[in-house]
Nanobody, 120 residues
Framework: QVQLVESGGGLVQAGESLRLSCVVS???????MGWYRQAPGKQRGLVAR???????NYADSVKDRFTISRDNAKNTVYLQMNSLKPEDAAVYYC???????????????WGQGTQVTVSS
C-alpha cells in the first residue's frame, strides 16, 4: 500500500521559513513528486513539482522563495519555504505521481495534508 506521510507544517510569522517533508512508504518507482496547496474557498493548485529526472517547476507566486528537492533513494520530497507571506497560508498536500511497483503502474497518490499558517 502506498502511503505518503507529510510533516513540517505549522504557524509562522510573515518573512519566516518552514520546511515540509513527505515520505512515501515502501519501495516504489515514482515519476514525479510535488506539493500542492489549497486555501479555504480556493481550488487546490500546484506549488512545486520535481521529476525523477531532476526537472522542477514552480507556481509563479512561489518562484525565488520556495525550493523543492527530492531524494529518490528515500522516496522523499522536501519543500523549503522562505520569506513566507500570509497568502501562502493553506493546507499543503504532497503528491506522488505515476507510482510503479515492480514495473506495474499503481497510480497517483496524495498525502493527508499539512496546515501552514502565516501571520502578518
Amino acid at each position: 500500500q502506498v502511503q505518503l506521510v507529510e510533516s513540517g507544517g505549522g504557524l509562522v510569522q510573515a518573512g519566516e521559513s518552514l520546511r515540509l517533508s513527505c515520505v512515501v512508504s515502501g519501495s516504489f518507482s515514482i515519476r514525479a513528486m510535488g506539493w500542492y496547496r489549497q486555501a479555504p474557498g480556493k481550488q487546490r493548485g500546484l506549488v512545486a513539482r520535481a521529476t525523477d529526472g531532476g526537472n522542477t517547476n514552480y507556481a509563479d507566486s512561489v518562484k525565488d522563495r520556495f525550493t523543492i528537492s527530492r531524494d529518490n533513494a528515500k522516496n522523499t520530497v522536501y519543500l523549503q519555504m522562505n520569506s513566507l507571506k500570509p497568502e501562502d497560508a493553506a493546507v499543503y498536500y504532497c503528491a506522488a505521481e505515476s507510482v510503479y511497483s515492480g514495473g506495474y503502474y499503481l497510480g497517483d497518490y496524495w498525502g493527508q495534508g499539512t496546515q501552514v499558517t502565516v501571520s502578518s
